[in-house]
């Protein structure tokens, strides 16, 4: 052991110099590396990122119209053709179509729920299964021989039942 194999022990010295310690510091003097006067000088200054420095704030500038119901329920519309569509190319049976079911043919994302819509024909008889129908939907599919039956909006639990 010599003079070239000393170190300082762990945790006995700083990885970064600490700021208003003094002159000595290289960080001190009366500035403390926060520049000349101005409001993020001071102490205890943290100004939002939306502050526009007592300009009338972009959200109160903009005009506000209209309602956006926030309890509203939100449903992936999917049209009679699609299902004939879906049913025909092989990606659904032909028997009966749930959620569940469009859930795994890629259709649904998890948690979404599906309204069924009247647009298209339907050649076969389907048994659906949706949370929601349009009265033309519900119409050419008991015209085409299958039933159209509303879902649960969630299915339930082993302790709920």
Sequence with gaps: MDLTNLKPASGSTQSRKRIARGVGSGYGGHSSTKGNKGQKARSGASIPSWFEGGQMPLQRRVPKY????RFRTEFKAINVSQLAELVESG??????????????????????LVKVLGDGELGTALTVSAHAFSKSAVAKIEKAGGTATVAEARPQTDEEQ
């Design 91 to 112: 990606r659904l049976e032909a028997g009966s179509i749930s959620p569940e079911s469009l859930r795994e043919a890629g259709v649904l994302a998890k948690g979404e």
């Design 66 to 69: 209209g309602f956006k119901n």
